[in-house]
């Protein structure tokens, strides 16, 4: 019998394996292979006051800092938007395995295979793993979007996702590229580019739900954008990511926490979310190092950033819905810097 009982080997996932399991007995089960956690198709940015705080070891020493970023653009049409920001892009891949690897180092025991939860007068009864079964006091949802123990509280919807398009691209010569810049021509479309070094980080997402031949679209959205950006550089990794777009949701029940991706911690302005799965996990840690509660667990997530996030969610909403959505992004630009 573990105490706790993680799904999923994310940032999330390992960021809580690596809190807890000095003091508590644990296992992160996760599908995949040892050598393939860390990978996600992702932004790879996250903003300082996130990782600076709530990351040990901190980046530098993990060696997975990309670049140092400082300003942020926001491209809407007419105007460009500029502010100051302390931010990093990492080397993902490099940064997840590191998290896993602590976990371990710290007594997570690793179960590699699909996680399947058998349940039992509404909470889960045990896991079934492989051809085996593994039981826990508490069950923590860290899978990402597909969710294996959320969903079955809470189903997933295309409208509840953004479908992502990304590519990894060497630096055009003579292009000098060292600020976060996003670019929103009109409403559920934007582009972003992110510098990684010598490399380029760009790609391009809608709403999951924008019809059929979505992923045909996207492509083609993103090499006309390039084009028109000068970014000519050979292309080096692409693929294809959903992001969760929605409002925040109780995150425990009975015996089961869902956080990171899975709990749909992401900002819903701008679809940041390894600083808030970071965020969500140490708050977690805390909960489940004491005596865990469900209803204490939501109160406190509600309490320090699902308020906020709601509140964003619904003013989002509503200028989507509206032609007051310019109005919208130029009212919550300073906001990006303090969420």
Same mark, same amino acid.
């Given at each position: 019998m573990?105490?706790?009982?993680?799904? #999923?080997?994310?940032?999330?996932?390992?960021?809580?394996?690596l809190?807890?399991?000095?003091?508590l007995?644990?296992?992160l089960?996760?599908r995949?292979?040892?050598f393939?956690?860390?990978?996600?198709?992702c932004g790879?940015?996250?903003?300082?006051?996130w990782?600076d705080k709530?990351?040990?070891? *901190?980046?530098?020493?993990m060696?997975?800092?990309?670049?140092?970023?400082k300003e942020l653009?926001?491209?809407?049409?007419?105007?460009?938007?500029?502010?100051?920001?302390?931010?990093?892009?990492?080397?993902?891949?490099?940064?997840g395995r590191?998290?896993?690897?602590?976990?371990?180092?710290?007594?997570?025991?690793?179960?590699?295979?699909?996680?399947?939860?058998v349940?039992? #007068?509404g909470?889960?009864?045990?896991?079934?793993?492989?051809? #085996?079964?593994?039981?826990?006091?508490?069950?923590?949802?860290?899978?990402?979007?597909?969710a294996?123990?959320?969903?079955h509280?809470?189903?997933n919807?295309p409208?509840m996702?953004t479908?992502?398009?990304r590519?990894?691209?060497k630096?055009?010569?003579g292009?000098?590229?060292?600020?976060?810049?996003?670019?929103i021509?009109?409403k559920n479309l934007?582009?972003?580019?992110?510098?990684?070094?010598e490399?380029l980080?760009?790609?391009?997402g809608?709403?999951?739900?924008?019809?059929?031949?979505?992923k045909?679209? +996207?492509?083609?959205f993103?090499s006309?954008?390039?084009?028109?950006k000068? +970014?000519?550089?050979?292309?080096?990794?692409?693929?294809?990511?959903?992001?969760?777009?929605?409002k925040?949701?109780?995150?425990?029940?009975?015996?089961?926490?869902?956080i990171?991706d899975?709990?749909?911690?992401v900002?819903?302005i701008?679809?940041?979310g390894i600083?808030?799965?970071?965020?969500t996990? *140490?708050?977690?840690?805390?909960?489940?190092?004491?005596?865990f509660?469900?209803?204490?667990?939501n109160?406190?997530?509600?309490?320090?950033? #699902?308020?906020?996030? +709601?509140?964003f969610?619904?003013?989002l909403?509503?200028?989507?819905?509206?032609?007051l959505w310019?109005?919208?992004?130029k009212?919550?630009?300073k906001?990006?810097?303090?969420?």
């Amino acid at each position: 019998m573990y105490d706790v009982c993680i799904i #999923g080997a994310g940032v999330s996932g390992a960021s809580l394996a690596l809190n807890v399991s000095e003091k508590l007995k644990v296992c992160l089960v996760e599908r995949k292979k040892p050598f393939e956690i860390g990978y996600k198709v992702c932004g790879d940015a996250v903003q300082g006051h996130w990782v600076d705080k709530w990351v040990k070891p *901190n980046l530098e020493r993990m060696n997975v800092i990309l670049q140092l970023v400082k300003e942020l653009r926001i491209e809407i049409p007419g105007e460009t938007l500029r502010g100051k920001v302390k931010g990093y892009m990492i080397d993902r891949y490099r940064f997840g395995r590191r998290l896993f690897e602590l976990a371990l180092d710290k007594g997570c025991e690793y179960i590699m295979g699909s996680a399947k939860p058998v349940f039992k #007068g509404g909470k889960v009864d045990h896991i079934k793993v492989n051809k #085996g079964k593994v039981k826990a006091k508490i069950y923590v949802d860290a899978s990402g979007v597909s969710a294996v123990l959320r969903r079955h509280f809470l189903l997933n919807k295309p409208e509840m996702f953004t479908i992502c398009y990304r590519e990894i691209i060497k630096k055009p010569v003579g292009i000098e590229w060292n600020y976060w810049y996003s670019y929103i021509p009109r409403k559920n479309l934007g582009y972003w580019v992110f510098p990684e070094g010598e490399k380029l980080n760009v790609g391009v997402g809608t709403h999951l739900k924008s019809g059929l031949h979505v992923k045909g679209r +996207l492509k083609l959205f993103l090499s006309k954008f390039k084009k028109s950006k000068g +970014l000519n550089g050979k292309v080096l990794e692409s693929g294809w990511g959903l992001v969760p777009r929605y409002k925040p949701i109780k995150l425990a029940r009975g015996n089961i926490a869902a956080i990171g991706d899975a709990g749909f911690t992401v900002n819903p302005i701008h679809a940041s979310g390894i600083g808030p799965s970071i965020y969500t996990a *140490n708050l977690l840690s805390k909960h489940l190092l004491s005596e865990f509660k469900a209803e204490s667990f939501n109160r406190d997530y509600w309490e320090r950033i #699902g308020r906020k996030y +709601l509140y964003f969610y619904l003013l989002l909403k509503t200028a989507e819905k509206t032609a007051l959505w310019r109005k919208f992004f130029k009212e919550m630009f300073k906001r990006y810097f303090k969420v």
